[in-house]
């Protein structure tokens, strides 16, 4: 779990809020540099290539759930990453939404970055607390990227090891 900063967020929200359906449909460019915006702050991302980030961004999509909705359910498998662009969710523990709540999450929170590694169960769930919006990237088109661009995998693997180390006590 992490956050991008809400400038990428707001403007990205604005985006969306300004340009009609149709005219977005028009210009499918556009979304993909938001979305290549977005991810490449995401910590695990960050330093893939322009190209790659781009090449990511088409991978995802849009993905709306109504409020007490669930985005992902504790021991399901994990399927895909999320960054939410508008509304609320909780992160909780246990059975069901009245489970012991951990976090709340909000715009510009990310979470799902190992089910992207390995699909392993979720730990949580996590639950709408308000409709709403947020970009998905699927596992499965995510690996099929990881196949065909290797310098993607070892950019990632660069990327999980710093991210450890700084997570780490010094040596």
Not at 35 to 51: G, N, Q
Not at 143 to 150: G, N, S
Request: glycine share 10%.
């Amino acid at each position: 779990m992490g956050r991008v900063p809400m400038s990428t967020v707001g403007a990205i929200v604005e985006a969306r809020a300004a340009t009609a359906p149709s005219r977005r449909r028009a210009d499918p460019g556009s979304v993909v540099r938001e979305r290549a915006t977005l991810l490449s702050t995401v910590p695990l991302f960050a330093d893939l290539s322009k190209r790659h980030r781009r090449q990511l961004s088409k991978l995802a999509s849009e993905t709306n759930v109504r409020s007490g909705g669930y985005i992902v359910q504790a021991g399901q498998p994990g399927r895909a990453f999320y960054v939410i662009l508008e509304g609320r969710a909780k992160v909780v523990r246990g059975v069901g939404p009245s489970g012991r709540r951990v976090a709340t999450l909000g715009p510009g929170d990310f979470f799902g970055e190992l089910a992207l590694l390995d699909g392993g169960p979720r730990t949580a769930s996590v639950i709408a607390e308000d409709d709403l919006v947020a970009v998905r990237v699927p596992r499965s088109a995510f690996r099929r990227m990881l196949r065909a661009e290797a310098d993607v995998a070892i950019k990632l693997l660069e990327n999980l090891a710093s991210i450890v180390r700084k997570q780490s006590p010094s040596e």
